[in-house]
Every structure is written in C-alpha cells, then in structure tokens.
C-alpha cells in the first residue's frame, strides 16, 4: 500500500531537464525513489513521519539508499508507482 508519492527536481544539471526525482512512501515506512535522468534507484527505511524531497536527496546524496529489486520494478516497470515524473 502506498502512503505519499512525490516529485521533484534537484536542479542539478545531469540532464537537460535537470535531476528529476519520483519518491513513494509505502505503508511499511520504506522509501523507494527513481531517478529519472541518471536512472538510478535506491530504498530506505524512513526514521520518523517527515517525508519530503530534503529526506529522499539526504538519503540518496549520504548513501543510505541502496537499490533494491522492489525499487527498480517501481522505477523500470510500466505503471510502477515511480516511473512517471509529473511535474
């Protein structure tokens, strides 16, 4: 079950778009993300109620993440919960 999905842009320049990031919280407090420009995913178990871009790009940026099989299909797979970017 999916808690909160988000998206947002990190500004970096890894693209002609940017860094483009989808993030989704599942009812089991773990984060998974894609990003869509480096096409890179990662999961981690979110410490307390605070999610938001801050907390996916901290855990992202420090390592904390790692990619998983459960973050790659909701990246890769059509329809998975982060394979879409709306901005």
């Known amino acids: ?3 909160n999905t988000l998206h947002f842009n ?4 890894y693209s002609a778009q940017g860094q483009r990031i989808t993030a989704t919280l599942h ?3 773990c984060v998974t993300f894609w ?4 096409m890179v995913d990662g999961e981690f178990k979110l410490c307390g109620d605070h ?3 801050s907390v996916v790009l901290s855990a992202y940026d420090q390592g904390i993440a790692q990619p998983t099989t459960r ?3 909701n990246g890769m797979f059509r329809g998975g919960c982060n394979a879409d970017f709306a901005a």
């Open 1 to 3: 079950m999916i808690k």
């Open 10 to 13: 990190t500004g970096r320049q």
């Open 27 to 29: 009812a089991d407090q």
């Open 35 to 38: 990003d869509h420009d480096r």
């Open 51 to 53: 999610f938001d871009a």
């Open 71 to 73: 973050s790659h299909e």
